[in-house]
């Protein structure tokens, strides 16, 4: 072990005229209510997370019909009327959020995390590796995922959300790790990844402690936007009435809205139509409201306020 | 120590339609970096310093020659023992913008190469943190001040001093620094030649200095050794002063004499020569490297390879058919 | 400015043999919108490009140099803007009074602006040729011909070959050349007036000698009036007859290169020069500048900017701003201002080598007096001036 004299304290750079460090930890969450938008976007979200957690248990497992009231307009006793038998739509679309909101968010999650993990690890070690991965990755991308969706309907149950979840995301990653290894691959040629390598910082510590925060901007705003589309498909699947329905969830409602109520012909099935519509709106509009807030959210230049 | 021995380094051309021939970023370089020494390559860019010094840091292959480490030549070994061999070189890289992660605080990225020190070493958290401590306030940081902190909220000259402090968590026995003040404020760079300096003092660390200003290489290795390479051939060397007060190869006095007097202080020296066109890599000349830009050149330099001798009596080598001296430095005035 | 090509404009083609034109800045204040306020990049600055000479602005990054150079063009990026002053140019008037059709004429007419970055600011997809003939067309300019000719004596001129380039595309050009195309750029519609930012950064030590060579070839064969921003000394003492320090905004000093070189007056100058390693003479004289240059942010609100760096600083110096003060290293204040009354008759004392400006030159009226921020009409042309209270010491 060498021994150390401090250095003389003219060299060091007065800390007099420097910027104070503001907020350099923490503070993150504020970031999320920054804006009117942000805040607007943020509840949207907390409220579908909410009736997607707790939702189910406020009403009993089987809704209880009102044969008296089919297709009933919207009143005091049913917020958004009812439906062909009589069952109150509000309570539809609050238990069939969770089915929704839970496979969208497995089909996100699978989708990035795979495809992170492929594209970090081939653009990081290259070689080998990678064109493994990149070729599975080519294979993944050349599979239409909806047709293949409709196909794979006829032999499986998607009656349980996180089989759903799992046919999207897995079907889902291939354009996430094409453009995490092309970030990776840029980010490879940086001064501090290879000084990391310089270091001997094991290859592992690199992936996740160097490269990861760099990239983790683009996989959250792709999480989000995955998500969105994953609802999107899902609805698209249930409405067009090819996956088996023995759930409650809104493209069901859709599907029956549209083609047993007639709803678009006739004014009586309106609401039953427009709520679960209008839920898959604004979860979106809340969506993308606060995916600007997430490069603040990783980068500490644009945090620092 | 560290010795190279004749370290060659081709890149491969480009096949199909933007066929281009391949460049030969090294031919034959010898050299040695003495234990607490200083040496120095200056060229212009694409000589091949830079490749030089990522060869040096394990970030780069060479194709021919050997590079002895210690005692032990590097290319029998297998990729780990290689790669902690050559950990002993640390780069210190041009630009400290991107030499730093914009995602973590100083804290950590000093903190992740020394927790691996100190599982080597069996050490502890605490020693972590001293140790952290003692590097910062090694380069003239205040620890307290810059630990928290993200990269972009340091200047420039601060930012190279982390660099600085991140390579010597591993104790390196050589530093590389390649044009390590050029993105740096002019009123900055001062103190990191000198913290350079000083470094070797106190820690006898060796430093290997590559740059294309002549003046910052007689800073920081006045004492040590000058090397001016051209082309990725060595055709000048000996002690820094004595090359930069007394060059003898043509492309030396080139160089030297571009270097802008100051006027009010400094006299041009009597001649001032001037390379001949612009590089063309393309073109490799059957005869002496430079004779196609030479200002100097005569007919036998056409045909004749020179190779790297002893001028007589000294310790200055040169690659001319023609050497000899001209007072192409400047001069102080008055 | 919505153009990206290394230059500027139009016109009618003067013939490149027209007298210099002068350039007189005054009190000029460019400041920039901040989350912390409107805050001054450039304050209260007057300086003048005298006819016929290079004149150097050396600065470190912040100091304001690049702003005052775009104020030139008035062309002040967002969020920035000018708060007061003018800049006069001969044969045009004041830039930033004129209005938009007239500043695009100007812009490359008579002023050729050489960007900091020109060496990568040509388009990757399109040859040299091409591109010069775009800027031609967006310039209204009938004589394509004419433009291509004289670019390809430009050309020539830098010791290029003009086929060769006009065919190349940008990654086939070195970063030598490329910034020579640059200059090429700002001079093909016979601007009088050029302007370059930082013009060899990035480039070694042949090229950047190559290039300085160009500079003070077509500055002598086109009577041009250059403007050289630069924060390395070398290239400034190299090139520039007279000299502009810039620091924080302000013009701390300014006077024939040579003698402000020889005999630099204000702290920050003589800590600049200090600081600067050379080939020749002691190495341990070179000492570093203590603390670093301060941002937009950090720039002193009250008193001297410099102060906080400065190994003379004293209590007045926190109080106010400095005024600015004649100082002469060879001759006392009194002849200094003498001289500067005869302006144009008399030769710079400071050095037989430096030129003297030739008669129709700037009208500013030498001021000596105590000056808060500024105020029209103070640069005295043979003399020098600096802002410094070490300096009022000196003298009384």
């Not at chain 2, 860019?45 to 970030?59: D, E, N």
């Not at chain 2, 070493?121 to 620890?143: A, C, F, H, Q, Y």
């Not at chain 3, 007239?102 to 960007?115: H, K, N, P, S």
């Not at chain 3, 109080?319 to 200094?336: G, I, K």
Request: contains cysteine; aromatic residues 6%; charged residues 20%.
């Amino acid at each position: 072990m060498t021994t150390i004299t401090p250095m003389l304290p003219e060299e060091q750079e007065a800390a007099t005229t420097a910027r104070p460090a503001r907020r350099v930890r923490g503070g993150r969450w504020r970031l999320l209510v920054r804006t009117p938008g942000r805040i607007f976007g943020f509840a949207i979200i907390i409220l579908f997370a909410l009736m997607g957690i707790v939702g189910p248990y406020l009403y009993p497992k089987n809704l209880p019909i009102d044969p008296n009231a089919i297709y009933a307009p919207p009143s005091a006793a049913h917020l958004l009327g009812t439906d062909f038998e009589g069952t109150d739509v509000l309570a539809l679309v609050v238990t069939g959020a969770r089915y929704m909101l839970l496979s969208a968010l497995i089909a996100g999650l699978l989708t990035v995390v795979l495809g992170t993990a492929a594209g970090v690890t081939g653009g990081y070690y290259r070689g080998v590796r990678d064109s493994v991965l990149m070729r599975i990755t080519d294979f993944i991308l050349t599979i239409p995922g909806f047709p293949l969706l409709i196909v794979l309907s006829t032999v499986w149950d998607f009656g349980s959300p996180y089989a759903m979840g799992l046919a999207l995301g897995i079907f889902g990653w291939g354009g996430i790790a094409r453009a995490v290894r092309s970030q990776t691959l840029s980010l490879r040629e940086r001064g501090f990844l290879e000084a990391a390598r310089g270091l001997g910082l094991p290859g592992r510590h690199i992936l996740t402690h160097e490269i990861l925060p760099n990239v983790a901007p683009y996989i959250a705003m792709n999480l989000l936007l995955t998500i969105t589309g994953a609802i999107y498909a899902e609805a698209g699947l249930f409405f067009l009435g090819v996956v088996p329905f023995n759930a409650n969830n809104w493209g069901v409602m859709l599907n029956i809205a549209v083609f047993s109520a007639g709803a678009v012909t006739s004014p009586r099935a309106l609401t039953y139509l427009l709520s679960p519509l209008i839920c898959i709106l604004l979860l979106t509009l809340g969506i993308v409201l606060i995916l600007n807030a997430v490069d603040e959210w990783f980068n500490p230049r644009l945090r620092e306020i | 120590m560290i010795e190279a021995r004749g370290i060659t380094r081709t890149f491969p051309g480009r096949g199909g339609l933007l066929h281009r021939g391949s460049v030969r970023a090294l031919r034959g370089v010898d050299f040695t970096i003495p234990d607490h020494g200083a040496v120095s390559f200056i060229g212009e860019s694409g000589c091949g310093k830079t490749t030089l010094g990522r060869i040096l840091c394990g970030l780069e292959e060479f194709d021919g020659g050997e590079l002895i480490i210690d005692g032990q030549p590097v290319s029998g070994l297998r990729r780990s023992q290689r790669a902690s061999l050559l950990r002993r070189v640390q780069m210190i890289h041009q630009d400290p913008y991107s030499a730093l992660n914009p995602t973590r605080t100083i804290e950590n990225t000093l903190g992740d190469p020394l927790a691996l020190r100190a599982r080597q070493r069996g050490e502890n958290e605490d020693w972590i943190r001293r140790r952290r401590t003692e590097l910062l306030d090694l380069v003239g940081l205040d620890p307290g001040y810059v630990l928290p902190r993200y990269p972009h909220m340091l200047s420039g000259g601060m930012r190279q001093r982390v660099v600085i402090a991140r390579a010597l968590t591993v104790d390196p026995e050589v530093l590389v620094a390649d044009e390590a003040v050029s993105m740096i404020d002019v009123s900055l760079r001062l103190g990191i030649l000198r913290l350079l300096r000083d470094l070797r003092e106190q820690l006898g660390v060796s430093v290997l200095f590559i740059t294309h200003d002549v003046a910052t290489a007689r800073y920081v290795g006045r004492d040590g050794e000058l090397y001016v390479i051209y082309r990725g051939q060595v055709i000048e060397r000996g002690p820094a002063d004595t090359v930069i007060q007394h060059p003898v190869h043509p492309y030396t006095q080139c160089l030297l004499a571009a270097i802008p007097v100051l006027r009010g202080i400094e006299q041009p020296g009597a001649e001032r020569p001037v390379p001949r066109g612009s590089l063309d890599e393309r073109v490799e000349p059957p005869g002496c490297l430079f004779e196609p830009r030479c200002p100097f050149a005569e007919p036998d330099c056409r045909s004749r390879q020179p190779s790297l001798g002893q001028l007589g009596g000294t310790e200055q080598e040169h690659a001319c058919l023609h050497p000899k001296r001209r007072p192409v430095v400047a001069v102080p005035a008055g | 400015m919505a153009r990206m090509a290394p230059t500027v404009t139009t016109g009618p083609a003067a013939g490149a043999d027209a007298p210099a034109a002068g350039v007189r800045v005054r009190d000029l204040t460019v400041a920039f919108a901040t989350r912390d306020g409107e805050l001054p990049a450039v304050s209260h600055v007057s300086l003048d490009l005298a006819p016929g000479q290079i004149t150097g602005l050396l600065g470190e990054s912040g100091s304001g140099k690049s702003t005052l150079a775009l104020t030139l063009l008035n062309a002040v990026p967002r969020p920035g803007r000018v708060t007061s002053g003018s800049v006069e140019i001969d044969g045009v008037g004041d830039v930033l009074a004129l209005p938009a059709a007239q500043l695009r004429r100007v812009r490359g007419a008579e002023i050729g602006y050489v960007f900091q970055a020109s060496q990568n600011s040509l388009n990757p997809l399109k040859p040299v040729g091409k591109q010069l003939l775009d800027l031609g067309r967006s310039h209204g300019e009938r004589d394509l011909r004419g433009l291509l000719r004289r670019a390809r004596a430009l050309i020539e001129d830098m010791g290029l070959d003009s086929g060769r380039v006009l065919a190349s595309y940008q990654h086939e050009l070195s970063g030598g050349m490329r910034q020579r195309v640059g200059i090429v750029f700002a001079l093909v519609l016979n601007a009088h007036v050029l302007i370059l930012d930082e013009p060899t950064t990035a480039l070694d030590m042949l090229s950047q000698a190559a290039v300085l060579a160009i500079i003070k070839k077509v500055h002598a064969t086109r009577h041009l009036t250059t403007l050289i921003i630069s924060h390395d000394v070398g290239v400034i003492g190299e090139l520039a007859d007279r000299t502009a320090v810039m620091y924080a905004g302000r013009v701390v000093e300014e006077g024939p290169t040579e003698s402000l070189l020889a005999d630099p007056r204000h702290p920050y100058t003589r800590g600049l020069l200090a600081a600067m390693p050379r080939i020749t003479g002691d190495l341990d004289q070179a000492r570093p500048l203590p603390g670093r240059p301060p941002d937009l942010t950090t720039i002193p609100k009250q008193g001297c900017v410099f102060r906080e760096r400065c190994p003379l600083a004293m209590p007045v110096c926190a109080a106010s701003e400095p005024p600015e003060t004649v100082v002469s290293s060879e001759l006392p204040e009194t002849v200094v201002s003498s001289l500067n009354a005869a302006r144009g008759a008399v030769a710079d004392p400071a050095g037989p080598d430096s030129i003297a400006p030739d008669g129709g030159g700037p009208d500013g009226v030498p001021d000596s007096g105590g000056r808060d921020g500024g105020g029209p009409g103070l640069v005295a042309e043979t003399g020098r001036r600096a802002a410094c209270y070490a300096l009022t010491e000196e003298r009384s």
